[in-house]
């Protein structure tokens, strides 16, 4: 079955380290996506790509990189861990431009900054 | 201000109550409008879509928009326990990128 992972599931980092979380995605999507989630903020877009390549930027990157070389993986680096990058990050990705089709989450990586 | 906005709550009903979720925003240009369920633990899953103003029904769930007051709602009749979860809203643009703005999510528990 298809499927899309995130690695590692839980992850202690210290200040100023540079972090990469994994997402891999056997659904041949060509949307990918990397969320944060935070305690009164919800889901909070990072980074997006739509295809080999191809990144943008999204409402929170400042800190985060992200690199798209092939389909299936959409790694997210932080540059320099920060306390403030302490969140659950999620990674999603779609078949569709179409919103109707929604997205593919992973089960995300709690990141902790120490 | 949020382009979109949820109360987090959380919410905690009895089996079998009518739960009612909601969702504001400020965008008139969203179009499509999404429910996500978030177990704990694990990443949202795809609910429930509308597009445009009106109802759907699905089930014991029914989503309702009302885009002349930029306001949206989940109703979950006969809830059970199964139910309780976090519920988050998702909006999108019809043009562009298909980029979802989710609210902040309703936390909710379902006592037997």
């Known amino acids: 079955d298809a499927e899309i992972t995130q690695s590692p599931r839980h992850k202690i980092t210290e200040t100023g380290r540079q972090v990469t979380l994994a997402c891999h995605q056997t659904?041949?999507?060509?949307?990918m996506f990397w969320y944060r989630q935070d305690l009164g903020h919800g889901l909070r877009l990072i980074h997006y790509s739509y295809g080999v390549q191809d990144t943008n930027k999204g409402e929170v990157s400042d800190g985060y990189s992200v690199s798209r070389s092939n389909t299936e993986d959409l790694p997210l680096t932080l540059e320099s861990a920060a306390s403030s990058q302490t969140s659950v990050y999620f990674c999603a990705s779609s078949e569709s431009r179409d919103p109707i089709y929604g997205y593919t989450f992973g089960s995300g990586t709690r990141l902790t900054v120490v | 201000q949020k382009e979109v906005e949820q109360d987090p709550g959380p919410l905690s009903v009895p089996e079998g109550a009518i739960v009612s979720l909601n969702c504001t925003y400020s965008?008139?240009?969203?179009?499509?409008f999404m429910w996500y369920r978030q177990y704990s633990r694990k990443g949202p899953e795809l609910l429930m879509y509308t597009y445009s103003s009106g109802n759907k029904e699905d089930g014991r769930f029914t989503a309702q928009v009302d885009k002349s007051s930029k306001y949206i709602s989940l109703f979950i009749r006969d809830s059970q326990p199964s139910d309780s979860a976090t519920y988050l809203c998702?909006?999108?643009?019809?043009?562009?990128?298909?980029?979802?703005?989710f609210g902040q999510g309703t936390r909710l528990t379902i006592n037997p």
């Open positions: 965008n008139s240009a969203f179009q499509y």
């Open positions: 998702a909006l999108s643009e019809v043009q562009g990128a298909q980029k979802l703005v």
């Open positions: 659904w041949n999507h060509n949307n």
